[in-house]
């Protein structure tokens, strides 16, 4: 139990600037606190207590304003940012690492018995106001704009915004482990060296990079043949300082710009 305090604690400082010490984070954060009702009241469900379930739940909602219906299955290091008007089903099913803001509603779109509300893949975040609605499935890392009304499947990795929600961005596979350490190389966090970032910038910088790796093995091996024909090449290849101010100013201004994309995306976040 404890152990997964810590790590909710942790997943806080993670995903929130605003937080600045661990008493803060638990004294303060009602969205954390309703997790936490979550979990025992979530217990108290499974054991059949339902009655007493759904009477500590309601007494939550007072205290946190976040309603989590205690039939609904979370996953670890769920973050619930702000809170307030928060709405969480009963067949809801998250993941492991997703996020709320304040107003998001995972809800039904029937009076049926069975599975009705959503299901949350790992890393989802979902912005303030939105509503997902319906026993539908929110892929892999997938993100939905603020405000947006999504009533049908999101694939992995998509963005999706409007109403109803469409999907305005998608991304591919997973990172290429030779680009990723390549940009770690050369001092560029990985977000500036998607494959298919909607950033022009960010997308020419990856280009870039491709080209450096392809150029690197083509000179390693002329380097290798060469020196198997008795020279003495490739010795010493000049090595990037990571630490050099261009670089520095560079990640400054990588950084600057997320932070200017996720206010672009949530205001919130």
Not at 20 to 28: A, G, H, P, W
């Amino acid at each position: 139990m404890f152990a997964g305090i810590k790590e909710d604690i942790k997943s806080v400082f993670e995903r929130d600037p605003a937080a600045r010490t661990t008493f803060e984070v638990l004294t303060n954060y009602p969205g954390l606190h309703a997790i936490w009702w979550h979990r025992m009241n979530h217990r108290l469900w499974c054991a059949n207590w339902k009655w007493l379930a759904r009477f500590l739940s309601t007494i939550a909602r007072w205290l946190t304003g976040v309603e989590i219906h205690p039939g609904a299955t979370i996953g670890r290091r769920f973050f619930i940012d702000h809170g307030m008007g928060v709405v969480i089903g009963e067949t809801a099913l998250i993941g492991d690492d997703c996020t709320l803001y304040h107003g998001v509603t995972l809800g039904g779109t029937s009076w049926n018995a069975g599975k009705r509300h959503p299901t949350l893949e790992n890393g989802v975040v979902i912005g303030a106001g939105a509503k997902v609605l319906g026993p539908l499935t929110i892929g892999k890392n997938a993100r939905i704009g603020s405000n947006a009304v999504v009533v049908k499947d999101v694939p992995m990795g998509a963005t999706v915004v409007g109403i109803p929600g469409r999907v305005v961005a998608q991304s591919g596979a997973e990172l290429d482990d030779e680009r990723l350490q390549l940009a770690q190389k050369y001092g560029f966090n990985a977000y500036a060296v998607s494959a298919d970032n909607p950033d022009p910038v960010a997308n020419a910088i990856g280009r870039m990079l491709d080209h450096i790796h392809v150029l690197d093995k083509r000179v390693g091996e002329l380097c290798h043949s060469i020196n198997e024909l008795g020279g003495n090449v490739c010795e010493d290849m000049p090595s990037v300082d990571v630490d050099d101010d261009d670089f520095k100013k560079a990640e400054l201004r990588a950084a600057k710009q997320r932070k200017h994309d996720l206010e672009a995306f949530d205001p919130e976040i």
